[in-house]
């Protein structure tokens, strides 16, 4: 361990003696200093949406090390907030950060992780967010961009620090599953013709060529090749027909998008407004795979602070802990986002908000203000950030993206 620099404090805890052997191994294997693996580990868990499976620390014995002035305590006050141990909490960030950094010689390929975004109610916004944080993602990396910057994203839905970060430069491509097809349309482009290749065919065993031709590409300067669109059909309406004589219909859409992993680092996939098995397909999709750290691929829920938007979020929860406990997968959340959020709605709204932070696992991970910029994006025909990209809703676009990541 190197000597502590000025601005960090020694904290001292326990850690399963298995587990501390293997930091202390894996940290020397990568050339990485353990009080940084450490602090990456806290930093990954604390971002997490949902809460990681419990880690035995029986028997954990003392353990110290270096961490920046203030982690610490706002890491004891997440493991309270979440209803568990600071012993398991550590541990739990620590096997995160080992999961995320393999052993150098067991390296496998990347996987490209997958964002589903989804709620089986319409109109709560699912379109927006999942074409904000894709071009959040595919944003230029050698300009800085404002960033709305909160310490916790789920204590306020009010102004907070703009910074100016880096773009993240990400290869992404934007699916469209929603037969509805209201990404493509918000893009300036026409839903494929019902007569000639989708997603929807592929799925179905039904193609008629390569997917990848009806990959498009979003023309801004500012995503540079980058940003992709796989549009929308109107075929997807009869899908779950379809999907009913397909063999592992869970694993159709993975199926279908699989040739067009090795272009992309990231996959957006803006799910229709059902519980249906086009919903079970895209769930199946954003599953923790064999080698994927937790948290990298997931479900995230939008939601609005309203009374209807509570019922439909049980019904999906419901569908979500099926399938995964039916076909034995890891599936984790993004965590909650409550979009289009008004406290000038008055109490049903504010409380409303109140009960979705209630909510432990999973968490909300960002309150997204109503604002008109999103709106003008959308009669232009223009992405987000493209159109405003100075804009608050452009600011907490990539704030979200990140909080994610």
Partial sequence: MTSPQSDREKVVSKLPVLL??????????????????????????????????????????????????????????????????????????????????????????????????????????????????????A?????????????????????EELKELAGLGLRVLMVDFDPQGHLTQQLGHERLPLEGDSLAKHMSGESKGDLKDLVIPIDEDRFDDRLHLLPACTDAFLLDVHLSRVRVREAALERALAPLEKYYDLLVVDCPPSLGMSMDAAIYYGRRRDGEAPGASGIGIVVQAEDSS?????????????????????????????????ARRGYVTTSSLDSWKSIKDPRVVSVIPDLRDQREAVRVKRPLLAHAPASEQAANMRALAREIA
Avoid at 21 to 34: C, E, M, N, P, Y
Avoid at 312 to 330: C, P, R, S
């Fill in 310 to 342: 509570a019922d439909a979020y049980d019904l999906l929860i419901t569908q979500i802990e099926d399938l995964g406990n039916d076909m034995k997968l890891e599936i984790d959340y993004l965590g909650l986002i409550v979009n289009l959020y008004d």
């Fill in 139 to 159: 944003e230029d990396p050698h300009n800085a961009h404002p960033v709305r910057v909160h310490r916790h994203l789920t204590e306020t839905g009010t102004r």
């Fill in 20 to 137: 501390r052997q293997s930091l202390k191994v894996r940290t020397a294997q990568l050339g990485v200093d353990i009080q940084d693996a450490v602090e990456a580990g806290i930093t990954a868990w604390r971002t997490l949406g949902s809460n990681l499976n419990a880690i035995d620390t029986s028997g954990a014995e003392s353990f110290a090390t270096w961490l920046p002035e203030g982690q610490w305590d706002g890491f004891r006050a997440d493991c309270s907030g979440r209803g568990i141990s600071l012993i398991q909490g550590l541990a739990q960030s620590i096997q995160l950060w080992l999961d995320k950094n393999p052993e150098p010689a067991d390296a496998s390929p990347p996987i490209p992780k997958r964002k589903i975004i989804c709620n089986q109610k319409g109109g709560v916004g699912k379109t927006t967010i999942a074409a904000g944080i894709a071009e959040a993602y």
